[in-house]
């Protein structure tokens, strides 16, 4: 099984930064593919950005040119670099990764955009 623990999440005001992480428990060099989702209040989860063991990356449209998720494979972890955020950005952060065929979650971060 695969353990993840997210951090970094608060409030900032819109136009604000903020960096999330996710810790693994296991070496992310075996894990296929890793990616952070959100789930605003009312809505269904939906897909921020990905990244694969190659570091291949993918990105929703509402975030690009504005997040960048890297790794970083000595800490086991995947981080997701915010910038520029606006109010519509807040939500809930999950952290998930694929690993043998199986989807992982953390438990989430909160992320609230407001001035």
């Known amino acids: 099984q695969v353990q993840l623990v997210e951090s970094g999440g608060g409030l900032v005001q819109p136009g604000g930064s903020l960096r999330l992480s996710c810790a693994a428990s296991?070496?992310?060099?075996?894990?296929?593919?890793m990616g952070w989702y959100r789930q605003a209040p009312g809505k269904q989860r939906e897909l921020v950005a990905t990244?694969?063991?190659?570091?291949?990356?993918n990105y929703a449209d509402s975030v690009k040119g504005r997040f960048t998720i890297s790794r970083d494979g000595a800490k086991n972890t995947v981080f997701l670099q915010m910038n520029s955020l606006q109010p519509e950005d807040t939500a809930v952060y999950y952290c998930?990764?694929?690993?043998?065929?199986?989807?992982?979650w953390g438990q989430g971060t909160q992320v609230t955009v407001s001035s």
């Open positions: 990244i694969t063991w190659s570091d291949r990356t």
């Open positions: 296991l070496s992310i060099a075996s894990i296929y593919n």
């Open positions: 998930n990764a694929q690993w043998r065929a199986v989807g992982y």
